[in-house]
């Protein structure tokens, strides 16, 4: 019944409010002015929250994996509000894993689950079905990324006194490296089916990259794939570069690129050093468009840690940075 609840007038049964720290959680309230004939979700819950634990095997941690990707493929689709209702049918059990479910097999399904949790009880959500409804609406802002396209995910944003919807075109796991002709790998194939769906002429941001500098740069510098970091970062944004140009060319979007997000304490010396490339190297191409004034404000006045103000869950930017992608696009979209 997705479509119809993409579609559907009845609003979410109850408003969620995900409590962050090492005993995250959520919690809820009713919608007010809408009457409901059965107990409040945060009682469904309770035993979850207080009763024992148990150690999940392999086939539970699958099944709870299955409930959290539906919440993963509800949120993408527009569907949000079937989420809201269906978090507290999944937290008794959740909350019941004596496992850490960030150390095992689940942890990805676990951490989107999460986010879009915090995301939800953070900001308000704009229904699929409202998508270029009424006369003058202007069109969604399509954002092709990874997780950290979530935080943009069925928001608005004011870009040159218009509120857009930042519409999510979801490629999990892509790293720019992926983007390489010599791959087949499933992100590769995901990523081009995503961009196939998205229409012609959309306005569409490009937020990849993290992950290369996560996870695949100073391998690949390791296993000498490449002499120095500089060149190793060098040959991986190539590969998104050359794929983002075809698109504009192919599909006529407008293609803005998302400077890379320094969440990770860790990995903020990779980010900025491949940021000033990849900005530099987008510059250079007139059919892409480089999202300025974005990375420099998340950061600190000294550069060092990300501002308090833009944390959510360790992993991702908190929802209150929209206003600057917004302020990013208006002084873009006249260049276009």
Same mark, same amino acid.
């Given at each position: 019944?997705?479509?119809?609840?993409?579609?559907?007038?009845?609003?979410? +049964?109850?408003?969620?409010?995900?409590?962050?720290?090492?005993?995250?959680?959520?919690?809820?309230?009713?919608?007010?002015?809408?009457?409901?004939?059965?107990?409040?979700?945060?009682?469904?819950?309770?035993? #979850?929250?207080? %009763?024992?634990? /148990?150690?999940?095997?392999?086939?539970?941690?699958?099944?709870?994996?299955?409930?959290?990707?539906?919440?993963? !493929?509800?949120?993408? =689709?527009?569907?949000?509000?079937?989420?809201?209702?269906?978090?507290?049918?999944?937290?008794?059990?959740?909350?019941?894993?004596?496992?850490?479910?960030?150390?095992?097999?689940?942890?990805?399904?676990?951490?989107?689950?999460?986010?879009? #949790?915090?995301?939800?009880?953070?900001?308000?959500?704009?229904?699929?079905?409202?998508?270029?409804?009424?006369? %003058?609406?202007?069109?969604?802002?399509?954002?092709? #990324?990874?997780?950290? =396209? @979530?935080?943009?995910?069925?928001?608005?944003?004011?870009?040159?006194?218009?509120?857009?919807?930042?519409?999510?075109?979801?490629?999990?796991?892509?790293? +720019?490296?992926?983007?390489?002709?010599?791959?087949? /790998?499933?992100?590769?194939?995901? /990523?081009?089916?995503?961009?196939?769906?998205?229409?012609?002429?959309?306005?569409?941001?490009? @937020?990849?990259?993290?992950?290369?500098?996560?996870?695949?740069? $100073?391998?690949?510098?390791?296993?000498?794939?490449?002499?120095?970091?500089?060149?190793?970062?060098?040959?991986? @944004?190539?590969? /998104?570069?050359?794929?983002?140009?075809?698109?504009?060319?192919?599909?006529?979007?407008?293609?803005?690129? +998302?400077? !890379?997000?320094?969440? $990770?304490?860790?990995?903020? +010396?990779?980010?900025?050093?491949?940021?000033?490339?990849?900005?530099?190297?987008?510059?250079?191409?007139?059919?892409?468009?480089?999202?300025?004034?974005?990375?420099?404000?998340?950061?600190?006045?000294?550069?060092?840690?990300?501002?308090?103000?833009?944390?959510?869950?360790?992993?991702?930017?908190?929802?209150?940075?929209?206003?600057? $992608?917004?302020?990013?696009?208006?002084?873009?979209?006249?260049?276009?």
């Amino acid at each position: 019944h997705l479509s119809e609840a993409v579609a559907g007038d009845e609003p979410a +049964h109850w408003v969620l409010d995900w409590k962050a720290g090492d005993n995250s959680r959520p919690s809820w309230g009713a919608v007010e002015g809408v009457p409901r004939e059965t107990e409040g979700p945060s009682s469904r819950a309770g035993p #979850g929250v207080d %009763g024992p634990k /148990f150690e999940f095997n392999d086939a539970s941690l699958d099944l709870m994996a299955v409930f959290f990707t539906l919440v993963k !493929i509800l949120y993408v =689709s527009g569907a949000w509000n079937l989420v809201i209702d269906l978090v507290p049918v999944i937290e008794p059990t959740r909350q019941r894993a004596a496992n850490p479910l960030h150390l095992t097999n689940i942890r990805n399904e676990h951490a989107y689950y999460c986010c879009i #949790g915090q995301n939800l009880g953070e900001s308000a959500h704009v229904k699929a079905r409202d998508l270029g409804a009424g006369a %003058g609406t202007a069109p969604p802002i399509h954002i092709c #990324g990874d997780s950290h =396209s @979530m935080t943009t995910a069925w928001k608005t944003v004011l870009v040159q006194g218009t509120q857009r919807t930042l519409k999510p075109e979801l490629v999990t796991g892509l790293k +720019h490296w992926h983007l390489r002709p010599s791959t087949e /790998f499933y992100p590769k194939q995901t /990523f081009k089916r995503v961009v196939q769906s998205i229409p012609r002429g959309s306005d569409v941001v490009f @937020m990849f990259g993290e992950i290369d500098c996560r996870e695949g740069i $100073l391998v690949a510098v390791e296993k000498d794939r490449y002499d120095t970091v500089e060149e190793g970062m060098t040959a991986t @944004m190539e590969h /998104f570069i050359r794929v983002a140009k075809d698109l504009v060319h192919s599909r006529g979007f407008r293609a803005f690129v +998302h400077p !890379i997000v320094p969440v $990770l304490d860790q990995t903020r +010396h990779l980010v900025k050093a491949y940021n000033a490339l990849l900005r530099t190297r987008v510059q250079r191409e007139p059919e892409l468009h480089w999202l300025d004034g974005i990375f420099e404000e998340l950061l600190t006045r000294d550069g060092k840690h990300l501002r308090p103000e833009f944390k959510l869950d360790g992993t991702h930017l908190h929802p209150r940075y929209l206003p600057l $992608l917004g302020a990013s696009l208006t002084k873009a979209l006249p260049e276009v």
